[in-house]
């Protein structure tokens, strides 16, 4: 069972809603290099809203992700695509259905 979570709001900078979308489209290809990880999805709700939600099975999976690749990347990339700090949220996963 999926226990935890995060959702990560990002709100890009002007003019680097592309290349913010294009950021989050290439990092599933790190994110599938995470094995707990068990699901991941990069999102766009508005013009300038963007948002990443991930789920783990444990604490320890959501913290290798938390200091892996992808994280790392969006840390380096942030003054320079992002208008706002990222904001992070951790999350207690109540139910959940997964293809497994």
Request: aromatic content about 8%.
């Amino acid at each position: 069972m999926t226990n935890l979570a995060l959702y990560v709001q990002l709100e890009a900078r002007p003019g680097k809603e592309k290349e913010l979308a294009d950021f989050l489209t290439n990092a599933l290809s790190l994110v599938e290099a995470e094995p707990a990880t068990t699901a991941w999805f990069a999102m766009q709700m508005g013009p300038t809203t963007f948002g990443i939600f991930d789920a783990f099975d444990d604490e320890s999976g959501r913290q290798a992700h938390l200091s892996g690749e992808v994280a790392q990347a969006l840390f380096a990339r942030a003054p320079e695509l992002l208008a706002d700090t990222p904001r992070i949220h951790k999350i207690d996963v109540l139910a959940d259905k997964l293809p497994r």
